[in-house]
């Protein structure tokens, strides 16, 4: 399965992820990571965060996704590029 996204490996081991303008809204899927994780945006305009049993939020306001717990993207306008540290 094609990713909705493309990383770029920084050498602290950090990671750079865009995902594309014109990603398709149904590729971005509810899933749960292995390791916590803090984003930090670089550029988005309108994309929307949720945790489970949780309502979407700004993507702007979340820092800190927990291993483990259920989440997805909604998509917004434009590219969004996020820096992801994990723990």
């Known amino acids: ?5 493309t990383n770029i490996y920084n050498e602290d081991g950090s990671f750079v992820r865009v995902f ?13 990571d292995e390791r916590d994780r803090t984003i930090r945006v670089i550029k988005g305009n309108d994309w929307m965060f949720q945790f489970d049993d949780e309502m ?3 993507i702007n306001r979340v820092t800190t ?14 590219d969004l590029v996020i820096e992801v540290r994990e723990q």
Not at 1 to 5: L, N
Not at 65 to 78: A, N, S, T
């Open 65 to 78: 996704i927990p291993k483990m717990v259920y989440h997805r993207l909604i998509k917004g306008e434009g």
């Open 56 to 58: 979407p939020i700004s």
């Open 20 to 32: 594309d303008k014109d990603v398709d809204p149904e590729e971005l899927v509810w899933h749960r």
């Open 1 to 5: 399965m094609v990713k909705p996204y």
